[in-house]
């Protein structure tokens, strides 16, 4: 990624604004996602914030449900515990 050095004031209460073509790299939706601050060394790292799975705490492959997000893993394993009680049966 090209880093191109832009310069921003910071306010009197620490707020910066994050140039909307940034936004619009990372997919944050303004008023919708969430950012995770942290530090690596010297420098103030900016993340999209990513839910994570109720079960495993996983962040990938999400879908939601009833308010919950799940992985895709948690969802092949449930599906499997299902099955073989089916089985079962
Ligand atoms: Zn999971």
Redesign the pocket.
Known sequence: MKMTGIVRGIDEVGRIVIPKEYRRMLKVNDKEDALEISMEGDRIVLRKHMPA??????AEGMVEYNGHK??R???A?LEQIVSQQVEGE
């Open positions: 799975c109720t079960f495993c705490g996983s799940i992985c893993n948690c969802i394993n």
